[in-house]
């Protein structure tokens, strides 16, 4: 079954508004078994609509239009549908009434503006709103079924679930094949590397789709299948996972679609370990990734956010002589850094960031993309310099403290430290 | 002069991925004067962006595609413009030295995949790429211009600044209308709330468009203006952003697009005055927005993200008193938290935040939501309680954090504290 996404208002098409509808919709018409081909997006401009109705009418199964129901006059989706079936408007006595009642619940009279809303094309059925006061409606335009919803996230989703996805199975002759994705988190390697590493196992499982993502800065290896048996397509799954994830090795570090955060903080709670962090360029970014995971709290202690050298010196106990002999941005610093934090909260593990992350502050010998990365735990202090020559000042921000992260998922899983994709300079 | 904007790859048609670029690429287009009227998205499916290069080619003076110019097999966007133009696909050489020169900074010999991003339609015009290995081109079909950029949102902004809009004014024929957008950043009110306010003042206006944009926790008010006397506009901008502003008040904290973290170091900056933070439920982001300025380190010295109450006590000088009679979360703790982290970083401000993001944690007392915000600075310490019973642990992470910021703002600005859209608890 062929689905395709019509976006509609000025606001969208204009850019004032970023689509996130469409998005939505297509994952979960997928989830169902639909196969989305196209999104469209066209402004409150009836001529525009009719025309993408008809174009859609002609290619597609099913057909989800979002937004154009509303009672102002930039609100053309219901005149466009029934233009492109060529029927009229008719007054619908019950929708009528669920308005009327929708603003007697608020204490309001009904607006004569809002009675726009309970007309529709001739032919079609109409989806209850069950919280705002523009319903939906399904029409038949030659073999395609449109279903129109409104606009507002909220309404459209709960009304997506209610009204739309049980018509779903009778609109598909009662077969339908289901499809599921499974996503595996690379952190160190470009997608073209990761894709060129793959390219022959791809070719021996030509029932699996591949798409690669660059979430930033992490590259995720996402493998689609599509079928009518899940158990059998969970077991492909596996099986393709693990010859991916033999083949990029450490690099993988989820394969359940887990943040690098929330994947060192469940390697943390497994052990029962803690965690203090000390940053100087990342700046907070490594504290606020980990503590986005609920339940962060079982493991992660504290952070010194130590932009200012006095801070790292009166908080973390870096000694005046290794700032001065070194540099903010050294291994000796960020060992120390990474001692202090660890002793300051009693915790097993700290790890500590100091780098230059732009646009000015670089040096020839230390240039904009330098990243020192300490770990102190139960074994002692160690450090790695890393370089990231792309990217800007936040870019630069996320790279660092990725490095740091994986820095201690490695170390805490007896990996080697990471060396592909940036100069690595062993530390002293 | 028509423009249409078309993004490629199956991560979007999948919903896997939210298309933010066609919203960005509308919105620059349209300031440029280009009537954008339609955008699509396909998959990576060769025959569909085919068919939809040949529908574009109809109907649109220019058009703008994003993704499908990478390395891997699933990037076909330059094959379908060839076929769509009836060209075959030539290596550039100059493209070719360019991609080798990318990977050599990088320490890394060409993979043969990235030979592929080398070959382009015959007759097109190569956009060079300055932060990526994909450089972009430039194609006649029919009487459309189409404009293929990387999928990568850094690198297609550049890219369509350095090389789309200088081409735009030869494709216009040398006469477009311009338009121009002022940006009011607030922080307080909801979006219907903001609207309301404005309705009259709109209605005096009918040569602004305005729009709304959630840019979460942030609504921003948008002026958008159209014509061909640039001074005229600016002028006529300044005068609606002012009646606007004398309508939202203090709620306005930006009118230039700065984000909140930025204008609260702007005031540190111009008063030659320091901060230094204290947080927990907010985890290192107010850190992180603060450090996402270049610059930060003149006015931001220090953050302690003292997560768990021993690192509060330890770092900050919490006594353990007040954590065991008032609680982590109450305005003593913060009180003593932004007076701590004040000493420790000798800074002439602190704020300190302690609440509950959930989704555990809530009491009948102290609910999911609550936030209490301290603030030190040369005159004392002070603290109010905020609270937003709405969004997940995310969102309540930002709006905390926004609310933290939004204190010492109004603090340096001699305003009222805020106390709109959500419970003010006033401390005792």
Known sequence: MKGEILATGDEIRSGALIDSNS?????????????????????????????????????????????????????????????????GLVLNADALTAIEMFFERLGRTLPPSNRKQAFFPDGSEILPNPIGTAPGFKIQIETCTFFCLPGVPVEMRKMLASEVIPRLLSLSGGHRQISMVRTL??????????????SDIIADFPDIQIGYRAKFPEIQVRLYIRGDDAAEMVNHLDTVAHRVTGRLGDRVFSSDNRSMAATVGDLLADGKATLAVAE???????????????GSSRYFLFSGVTYANAAKMDVLGVS??????????????????????????????????????????????KPVGTVCVGLAGPDGVTSRQFYFPYGNRRAKKKLFAMA?????????????????????????
């Open 185 to 198: 988190s690379t952190f160190g390697a470009t997608e073209s590397m990761v894709g060129e590493q793959l």
């Open 280 to 294: 100087s360029c990342t700046g907070g970014l490594i504290s606020h990734w980990l503590t986005n995971t609920a």
């Open 23 to 87: 998005a939505y919709i297509a994952e979960r018409l997928e989830r169902e078994g639909v196969e989305v081909v196209r999104h469209h997006c066209v402004g409150d401009d009836l001529g525009s609509l009719t025309d993408v109705f008809q174009e859609i009418a002609r290619r597609a199964d099913i057909a989800l239009v979002t937004g154009g129901l509303g009672p102002t006059s930039d609100d053309r989706t219901t005149e466009a549908a029934a233009r492109a079936a060529g029927v």
């Open 404 to 428: 740091a992260l994986d820095t201690l998922r490695r170390h805490i899983l007896g990996m080697e430290a990471l060396d592909v994709g940036m100069k690595k300079i062993t530390s002293p």
């Open 320 to 365: 005046e002589t290794t700032l001065a002999s070194h540099g903010a941005v050294s291994p000796e610093t960020v060992r120390e850094m990474a001692a202090g934090a660890r002793r300051v909260a009693h915790a097993t593990y700290a790890i500590a960031t100091s780098g230059i992350a732009g646009p000015d502050g670089g040096s020839d010998e």
